[in-house]
């Protein structure tokens, strides 16, 4: 029985269009996010499988193959439920506020994770990020699927920046596609993430909210 499944996407693969090509996200879901569903539960059979043998030579090269698929696996099920067909416009209620407060306006915020997405070393997502020990909102970039994150910090929003996520489609314009998914936010879907990761209490010392 496997631990890790791939879900359905939310939306047909040509919803996005002509923002996000439908064979890209085929691709995206069907492939990629498949393969790091499948990676998660080899890898977690082979821990089984050296606890059984007592062989524990190669614990690290597992260890982190599991928390690269993982953490694909998870940033790829947020990212599907970020994007809906008539997405776009601006988030409201207490994540606007949250935005504003923590940005400065919308639009630094916008022009932040544009740019965090766009300078990203080799293969990795911008992440607008719950940082509960602050209580606040930050923007971070994520090497490969799994660094540079802080502790207990909770993605709410992605940009997908792997080549994968639109080389079929924009080659080597990537800037014209960390502008085009604005078209495509499902902001609800944000604020929903938001409200729930601000319940989770860290319970430390130094916790401001
Ligand atoms: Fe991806």
Redesign the pocket.
Known sequence: MAEYVLPDMPFDYGALEPHISGRIMEL?HNK??AAYVKGANQTLEKLDEARAKEDFTRLGALEKALAFNIS?HI??SI?WENLAPKGGARPEGELAAAIVEDFGNFESFQRQMRETAGTIMGSGWAALVWEPMAGRLLITQIYDHQSNLSQSGVPLMLI?A?E??YYLQYENRKTDFFEAIWNVWNWKDVARRFEAARQFKLGLAGTKK
Request: proline residues 0%; negative net charge; charged residues 10%.
């Open positions: 995206h990629h996010h694909g940033l790829h990212f997908d792997w994968h996520a």
